[in-house]
C-alpha cells in the first residue's frame, strides 16, 4: 500500500490471503471509477483457490483508478485501486482507519516512498525508479539517436526495465508473456487504464501461434511473406486455400485458462491418481426399503429427509465400526492416521467447479442434526461459496453422482483421505426376491479406497455394512 502525500492518492493492495495463498482472480468490481466509497465498504470480490471472499477498502474517499479487470489473476502484493482521500486534520486521518486488518495490510500511516528495494516474491524494485518510469517526463525534443557506444548501456536499461516488477501490473501477466517470447509492455492492454492483462497475453500468444503454423503448413521458408512465391519471392494474391483448414478451424476454439479452484483440483487429482494404488470395488443394492423407510419417517415425524441424509448416517456409523477406512497417508512421516473424530466430506458440482465441503464433527451428530448440516452443504453448492473452514478437515468423502443421472463410477480419492464411497442413481430394475423375479428400487455403490492403509477385508466389509443398512435400514439400530 503507498500514498502520495502530494495529492492525498492510496492504493489498496491485494492482501496475503493466508493459508500460502499467493494469488486469486478478481470475479467483479462494487465500485466505479468516480464512486465515493467508506472505511470498510467491501469493494471487490476476488476468488483464491480455497474460496470466493469480497474484500473491504481500508481508505475512505473517491476511486480514482482501478488497476485490474474482471477475470485478471492479481498477485498479493498488488494494488487492486487507488483512493483519493478527503483532505483531513491527522486526527481524523486517525479515527478513519480501517479496523479490518486483514493480512497483508493494516491500519498504520503509510511511509514516504523511498529508493529503498522493496521485495515482491523472488524480485526485487525501486519504489523511486518505478515511480518516475511511470510518469515521465513530457518533452517536444525528440530522443537522441543511439550511438555503438550508449548501445550497450539502452540494451541492457530495456533488459532490466522487462525484468522489472509493475506496481499495476501482474508481475503471473508479465512471466506468462515472457516464457513465449512476447513483451508485455509492448502490447495494446484491454484492462482498466490500458492495462495488459492475461486475455491479452493469451490473445497474443494464441495470434502469434496461429501465424506460426500458417507459414510451416504452407511451407513457406522462414523469414519469407507467406503470400510469397517461394521461387521468385513476387508477392501474390492470397485466397483461401492459403489459409490452412486446421488454421481456420482453430480460429473457432475457445481457451479457458486453468487457474485458482480448477487449478488446484486439476493437481490434487492428478496427483492422487500419481500417488495412491488404489483398487475399487462395487455392489448392486436394493434400496426399495430404504425409499419406503424415508416416506415413513417423513410421514411420522412431519419433517423432510433426504436419502443422502439416510446414507450419511449409515456410512458415519461404518466408519465408526471401520475406523481405518476413516484415515488418512501422511507420505511424509511414512504413517497411517487413523482420525478419533468424523469429518464428512459431501463432493459437490458447484458454479466454481468441483468442491468438498465438509461436515465437521458428523460422527456426534443426531439423525436430525446430520440431515441439518448435509441439507445446509448442500444448498450452499448452488453459489460455491463456502468458507475455507468449510473445506479443510475432511476424513472421508461421500460423492453422490446418481443425480447426475449415471449407474457407477470409479471415484478418485480425496488426498489425503484413503476411501471414498460414489452413490449411483435409484432406478428400476428386475431383482429376484425369495426366488421370484420382481421389480426392486436398485442403486450401485462404487467404493474406492487406498491399499497402503488396508487391504480388501476392511473396505469390503465396509461397504457390505452400507449395503446391508441400505436393504435393511432397521439393521442400523443395534448399531445406534
Request: hydrophobic content about 40%; aromatic content about 4%; some cysteine.
Amino acid at each position: 500500500m503507498s500514498a502520495d502525500l502530494n495529492t492525498g492518492t492510496r492504493e489498496f493492495i491485494l492482501p496475503d490471503l493466508g493459508e500460502g495463498l499467493t494469488e486469486a482472480e478478481l470475479i467483479s468490481w462494487k465500485v466505479a471509477v468516480g464512486d465515493e466509497v467508506q472505511v470498510d465498504q467491501m469493494v471487490v470480490e476476488v476468488e483464491s483457490a480455497k474460496s470466493v471472499v469480497e474484500l473491504p477498502c481500508p481508505y475512505a474517499g473517491q476511486i480514482t483508478a482501478l488497476h485490474a479487470s474482471a477475470g485478471d489473476t492479481v498477485a498479493a502484493g498488488q494494488a487492486l485501486l487507488s483512493v483519493a482521500e478527503a483532505a483531513s486534520s491527522p486526527s481524523d486521518e486517525t479515527s478513519e482507519s480501517s479496523g479490518a486488518n486483514l493480512i497483508g495490510y493494516g491500519t498504520s500511516e503509510p511511509k514516504t516512498r523511498t529508493s529503498k528495494k522493496r521485495s515482491f516474491g523472488s524480485k526485487t524494485f525501486n519504489s523511486s525508479t518505478v515511480s518516475a518510469a511511470a510518469t515521465p517526463p513530457v518533452t517536444d525534443e525528440p530522443a537522441p539517436a543511439a550511438t555503438d557506444v550508449e548501445s550497450g548501456t539502452i540494451e541492457s536499461d530495456a533488459i532490466a526495465a522487462e525484468t522489472s516488477v509493475s506496481p499495476v501490473s501482474s508481475p503471473l501477466v508479465r512471466k506468462l508473456a515472457k516464457d513465449h517470447g512476447i513483451s508485455a509492455k509492448h502490447l495494446d492492454g484491454t484492462g482498466s487504464g490500458g492495462i495488459v492483462t492475461r486475455a491479452d497475453v493469451l490473445a497474443a500468444i494464441e495470434s502469434d501461434t496461429n501465424i506460426n503454423l500458417g507459414a510451416a503448413n504452407a511451407g513457406v521458408p522462414a523469414g519469407t511473406s507467406p503470400t510469397a512465391d517461394p521461387h521468385t519471392g513476387a508477392e501474390r494474391g492470397a485466397t483461401s486455400a492459403d489459409v490452412p483448414t486446421s488454421a481456420r478451424q482453430g480460429e473457432r476454439d475457445t481457451r479457458t485458462p486453468i487457474t485458482g479452484l480448477r487449478k488446484v483440483v486439476s493437481e490434487r487429482l492428478t496427483r492422487s491418481r500419481q500417488e495412491i494404488p488404489e483398487a475399487t470395488i462395487w455392489l448392486d443394492v436394493d434400496a426399495t426399503e430404504l425409499v419406503k423407510t424415508k416416506k415413513a419417517l417423513e410421514a411420522r415425524s412431519g419433517e423432510k429427509y433426504s436419502l443422502l441424509s439416510l446414507v450419511a448416517r449409515f456410512v458415519v456409523a461404518g466408519l465408526k465400526k471401520y475406523p481405518i477406512i476413516n484415515s488418512s497417508i501422511d507420505t511424509a512421516a511414512g504413517e497411517i492416521v487413523t482420525h478419533g473424530d468424523i469429518n464428512l466430506g459431501l463432493a459437490a458440482q458447484t458454479p466454481r467447479g468441483l468442491m468438498v465441503p465438509v461436515v465437521h464433527g458428523a460422527g456426534e451428530m443426531s439423525l436430525r442434526q446430520l440431515r441439518d448440516s448435509v441439507s445446509e452443504t448442500v444448498g450452499k453448492a448452488a453459489t460455491g461459496k463456502f468458507d475455507p473452514s468449510e473445506l479443510s478437515g475432511g476424513t472421508f468423502t461421500l460423492n453422490n453422482y446418481g443425480v447426475f443421472g449415471v449407474d457407477g463410477s470409479a471415484p478418485i480419492i480425496n488426498l489425503p483421505e484413503v476411501a471414498m464411497l460414489g452413490l449411483g442413481r435409484i432406478k428400476d430394475r428386475p431383482w429376484v426376491v425369495d426366488g421370484e423375479l420382481t421389480v426392486r428400487r436398485v442403486m450401485y455403490l462404487s467404493f474406492v479406497f487406498d491399499h497402503r492403509a488396508c487391504d480388501g477385508q476392511e473396505p469390503s466389509e465396509f461397504l457390505t455394512f452400507v449395503a446391508d443398512c441400505i436393504e435393511n435400514p432397521i439393521s442400523l439400530l443395534p448399531e445406534l
